[in-house]
């Protein structure tokens, strides 16, 4: 009897990574944006990734409940958070500079709405949003070049409030969320140039 409960153990515990290994496609999700090769620039000493699926975004609004309820209730309408972001350097600042405004064209061009445009000799930032239902949005992008400093590309797929976007940075200090509030959508049409 005891080799069968660990037989069916080993099986639970199986299966349940399985559930959490399995990788959903979020290539068809409204709010998904692909950003390319992004490899070119990992080079550097100072490099981050983060991905975050719906499963584990799912776990952390659980455990934000109480102390973060507006924050567990943000996180658990998400499907997907990804941030990759590098040094800039002499050796891959044009390169970046290049992806950022080839991304940005193909936003322009795929009904994505821009809510904030910053450009100057040393920074560029553009936030896009992709139109939901309601007062949602159906994904989130950043892109950010801070130069000397780093570059970052965000993609947050899900339901999003803007409202509550800029909690979202406080809990996974995301790059460039900060510049977001409910003021930068006055209306689904604007076009968020701030120079």
């Known amino acids: 009897m005891k080799d069968l409960s660990k037989y069916f153990a080993v099986i639970f515990f199986a299966l349940l990574s399985l559930t959490f290994s399995q990788s959903k496609d979020f290539t068809k999700e409204p709010g998904y944006v692909d950003f390319g090769e992004l490899s070119d620039f990992d080079f550097e000493e100072s490099v981050t990734e983060v991905y975050l699926e719906e499963n584990l975004l799912k776990m952390v609004a659980k455990l934000s409940k109480e102390s973060e309820p507006e924050v567990a209730d943000l996180i658990g309408g998400l499907k997907m958070i990804r941030v990759n972001a590098f040094e800039i350097s002499d050796k891959n600042e044009a390169k970046i500079l290049a992806k950022i405004e080839d991304i940005n064209k193909?936003?322009?061009?795929?009904?994505?709405?821009?809510?904030?445009?910053?450009?100057?000799?040393?920074e560029t930032v553009y936030v896009y949003v992709k139109n939901g239902s309601d007062?949602?949005?159906?994904?989130?992008?950043v892109l950010a070049f801070d130069k000397p400093g780093e570059a970052a590309f965000v993609n947050i797929v899900g339901d999003i409030n803007l409202e509550a976007i800029g909690k979202l940075?406080?809990?996974?200090?995301?790059?460039?969320?900060?510049?977001?509030?409910?003021?930068?959508?006055?209306?689904?049409?604007?076009?968020?140039?701030?120079?």
Request: aromatic fraction near 6%; charge should be positive.
């Open 106 to 122: 193909k936003l322009e061009n795929k009904d994505w709405l821009r809510i904030i445009r910053v450009k100057s000799k040393s």
């Open 135 to 141: 007062d949602k949005f159906h994904g989130l992008v």
């Open 169 to 195: 940075n406080t809990k996974f200090n995301i790059p460039a969320l900060g510049k977001i509030d409910s003021s930068s959508v006055d209306s689904k049409n604007n076009k968020g140039d701030k120079k």
